[in-house]
């Protein structure tokens, strides 16, 4: 992290590589966001009201629990799970296959600080599209859990509104900002590293991605806790 503020380039190139890198990874999971989002927000919808078949509480309870478990911790970080896969071994693929193909040497070689070139503006895009990705999956599961509750006939669309708002916190929403802001980090980092310090040819290189992967994740689930237990 301290080499890529060494000899830095112009900002002009940085702002095009991250916009770049920025619509590559929000485009490229819209869709398994979309889809993923929705079904969940369905399932903790129809789960939440098996729990609550007693009828000592209120069905508006049932949006307040959907909203709050989507917001804490569903789509900030069940989605960066998936996230992780997606983009985090596709940021230590195509590094680490830059590296065994001697293009980042290439680059050196040019007088340019290759970890600054290739690795601010995909940890900067990270810290932008997460936040967007995660803003569309909480929309998105809390109208999925609201459509499902409402068509299997669990929960009016009234009554689950009326749990939202009656329940609503907005620090729900800094946290799961902040998740998504951290995560977005963490994952972006993490691959880049991996990535930029492959050895060997494509072997290495899947081992690359598969470490990305797997110390991203577990670093998400440290961070995770430390979020929880300093801000909640």
Do not use: W
Not at 10 to 33: P, Q
Not at 71 to 84: C, D, G, R
Not at 137 to 147: N, R, T
């Amino acid at each position: 992290m301290g080499g890529i503020f060494k000899s830095p380039e112009k900002l002009r190139i940085y702002y095009h590589l991250t916009l770049a890198e920025a619509i590559s990874m929000t485009a490229g999971s819209v869709f398994i966001v979309v889809i993923i989002s929705t079904f969940i927000g369905a399932v903790s919808t129809l789960q939440t009201a098996y729990q609550l078949e007693t009828g000592l509480l209120p069905t508006s309870i049932i949006g307040s629990v959907v909203a709050a478990t989507t917001l804490l911790e569903l789509s900030p970080t069940v989605l960066s799970f998936i996230l992780a896969g997606r983009i985090g071994s596709n940021i230590a693929s195509q590094i680490g296959t830059m590296r065994v193909t001697e293009q980042i040497d290439a680059i050196e070689v040019m007088g340019i600080n290759s970890k600054g070139y290739l690795i601010i503006p995909r940890i900067t895009a990270g810290l932008i599209s997460f936040p967007i990705l995660v803003t569309i999956s909480a929309f998105l599961s809390i109208l999925g859990g609201m459509i499902a509750g409402h068509t299997t006939g669990e929960v009016t669309a009234t009554d689950f509104l009326q749990g939202i708002k009656e329940y609503y916190d907005p620090l729900q929403v800094v946290v799961m900002y902040v998740k998504a802001v951290t995560f977005g980090f963490l994952i972006s980092s993490v691959a880049a590293y991996q990535g930029f310090f492959t050895r060997g040819g494509a072997l290495e290189v899947g081992e690359s991605s598969t470490r990305a992967v797997v110390y991203g994740c577990l670093s998400m689930v440290i961070a995770d806790y430390f979020i929880a237990y300093l801000i909640l």
